[in-house]
């Protein structure tokens, strides 16, 4: 099943010391397709890697790896009840030769079950729902360039409140900014509600940004506008706190909560300092 294809482009013609990289959060996202048993497409998302301690992990929402809604457990296409059993994962690959920078786009498949069938992905529950955010185990990264988010650095000196702006950096309706390699977009949009507290009595953030199908599982970034993005000897670096985990849409789910929200214009976070004990105990 496992299919490898390799586009070599040359990204950049200038000297690789000078920094002319894409910034580092739009090469930690990922763009990905979820195919089914058959080879059918059934949907795009957005992902990015972590690396608890010695493994690779693949993020994305449990709705996209399942195809079903995370409150109900429902299809969320009732005319197409097919469940992803791979995920095609698009890699870029950057190195220099002769001062040149060049990029390789590699897309690898990841299958999404074991040998008796059973998800490989770690999950979790919050009461009777599920955790819309999944870790997915790789196993093949060779010969492609993983930047993996640290997840473990706190904001805990940045004041994020509401109307702070953030960013969602991942493929909505399937673009990307570079159609070749597949690099990201960058959506930005308010928070919306306190993140120190608990939206709706779950661990979400209330985030008003107009939100399309592909970006579910986009990594989403606070940039505190005291810092700017500055040469530094060889290196760009700048200092950027992720805030959560994309999850596209609010659903209702009980009519006495009286919640509806358009999913063009509200999403929802999963807050980072919920996902990080649990991104902890990965193997």
């Given at each position: 099943?496992?299919?490898?294809?390799?586009?070599?482009?040359?990204?950049?013609?200038?000297?690789?010391?000078?920094g002319q990289l894409p910034r580092i959060q739009?090469?930690?996202s990922l763009y990905i397709e979820m195919w089914s048993r058959n080879d059918k497409h059934i949907s795009s998302a957005t992902g990015f890697i972590i690396k608890p301690k010695k493994q690779y992990y693949l993020v994305t929402n449990w709705h996209v790896a399942t195809g079903k809604n995370?409150?109900?457990?429902?299809?969320?296409?009732?005319?197409?009840?097919?469940a992803p059993y791979y995920v095609k994962i698009f890699y870029?690959?950057?190195?220099?030769?002769?001062?040149?920078?060049?990029?390789?786009?590699v897309i690898k498949d990841e299958i999404l079950f074991d040998n008796k069938n059973k998800p490989i992905w770690h999950q979790d529950t919050l009461g009777k729902e599920m955790v819309?955010?999944?870790e997915i185990p790789l196993t093949d990264t060779n010969d492609v360039s993983i930047y993996p988010i640290d997840y473990k650095n706190k904001y805990d000196t940045i004041i994020v409140s509401p109307t702070s702006v953030a960013f969602a950096v991942g493929y909505p309706l399937g673009l990307s900014s570079v159609n070749e390699l597949k690099l990201p977009i960058w959506k930005a949009g308010f928070i919306s509600s306190e993140p120190t507290l608990n939206w709706n009595n779950e661990p979400l953030i209330?985030?008003?940004?107009?939100?399309?199908?592909?970006m579910s599982g986009s990594p989403v970034y606070y940039i505190p506008k005291s810092f700017s993005t500055i040469r530094g000897g060889e290196y760009w670096y700048e200092i950027s706190f992720i805030l959560g985990v994309y999850s596209e849409s609010i659903y209702q789910t009980e009519p006495n909560k009286n919640i509806?929200?358009?999913?063009?214009?509200?999403?929802?976070?999963?807050?980072?300092?919920?996902?990080?004990p649990l991104f902890n105990k990965l193997p």
């Open positions: 099943m496992r299919k490898i294809i390799i586009l070599i482009y040359v990204l950049f013609i200038t000297n690789f010391i000078t739009s090469r930690q995370p409150i109900n457990k429902m299809w969320e296409d009732t005319s197409n009840k097919i870029n690959r950057y190195f220099e030769r002769k001062e040149v920078v060049y990029a390789e786009q819309d955010v999944v209330l985030f008003d940004v107009n939100g399309f199908p592909g509806l929200f358009n999913k063009s214009v509200f999403g929802c976070l999963w807050k980072i300092d919920y996902l990080r």
